[in-house]
């Protein structure tokens, strides 16, 4: 069965750098892209950037362009998030889902969700 699991969140200062990862166990050839999300307190989930498994075009929002990078390993069935610069702005629950569609700042779009990974970004 589809299982994604999330890793590599924590407590970091302003400035600092977190590696997020999203193991895909149960993958298939109908999951065609990937998205990380966040949820900050108080606010809705929110797309950050997405990945096709294939060709690997990613697609960064503009708040995190410059700072986050998401990639994939196919091999490993993994997809990460790196993040430098982080901003106490970037502090919520950071998620990962697999879409059989495109790349899509929808969540409804996304079929399979991990539990989630907590970023704390300190001033």
């Known amino acids: 069965q589809v299982q994604l699991v999330e890793s590599g969140g924590g407590l970091v200062q302003a400035g600092g750098s977190l590696r997020l990862s999203c193991a895909f166990s149960?993958?298939?050839?109908?999951?065609?892209?990937m998205g990380w999300f966040r949820q900050a307190p108080g606010k809705e989930r929110v797309f950050v950037a997405g990945?096709?498994?294939?060709?690997?075009?990613?697609f960064h929002i503009d708040s995190v362009k410059g700072r986050f990078t998401i990639s994939r390993d196919n091999a490993k069935n993994t997809v990460y998030l790196q993040m430098n610069n982080l901003k106490p702005d970037d502090t919520a629950v950071y998620y990962c889902?697999?879409?059989?569609?495109?790349?899509?700042?929808?969540?409804?779009?996304?079929?399979?969700w991990g539990q989630g990974t907590q970023v704390t970004v300190s001033s």
């Open positions: 889902a697999t879409t059989s569609g495109l790349i899509s700042d929808d969540g409804k779009s996304y079929n399979y």
């Open positions: 149960g993958r298939t050839s109908s999951s065609y892209a």
């Open positions: 990945i096709t498994w294939s060709s690997g075009v990613a």
